[in-house]
Nanobody, 122 residues
Framework: VQLQASGGGLVQAGDSLRLSCAASGRTFSSYVMGWFRQAPGKEREFVGAIVGSGINTRYRDSVKARFAISRDNAKNTVYLQMNTLKPEDTAVYYC????????????????WGQGTLVTVSS
């Protein structure tokens, strides 16, 4: 599975942004798709995930009320809608795919995209 994340950019605090992650392969719907981020000087952290059917999602607490993950299995694409962005959301955002494990943060992700930079100015 190859993943290509896109949609990052420079926005102001309070703005919205939607990231996309396009996946190759014919079994996209069987993968749990996760979003992670890594801010400068910090470790990578789990943002959220969505199971293959799209029914279940899970988020880290700091984004739960502002971010939403969705997927379009017909287009082999997963999205991260980010609303009310804050400067602390500034990071490189990565999408990842897991063949098993559910939407919990401990799921082991086997495939990773290259990341897209989101910068939120105050």
């Amino acid at each position: 599975v190859q993943l290509q994340a896109s949609g990052g950019g420079l926005v102001q605090a309070g703005d919205s942004l939607r990231l996309s992650c396009a996946a190759s392969g014919r079994t996209f719907s069987s993968y749990v798709m996760g979003w992670f981020r890594q801010a400068p000087g910090k470790e990578r952290e789990f943002v959220g995930a969505i199971v293959g059917s799209g029914i279940n999602t899970r988020y880290r607490d700091s984004v739960k009320a502002r971010f939403a993950i969705s997927r379009d299995n017909a287009k082999n694409t997963v999205y991260l809608q980010m609303n009310t962005l804050k400067p602390e959301d500034t990071a490189v955002y990565y999408c990842a795919a897991a063949s098993d494990g559910g939407s919990r943060p401990s799921t082991r992700y086997e495939y990773w995209g290259q990341g897209t930079l989101v910068t939120v100015s105050s």
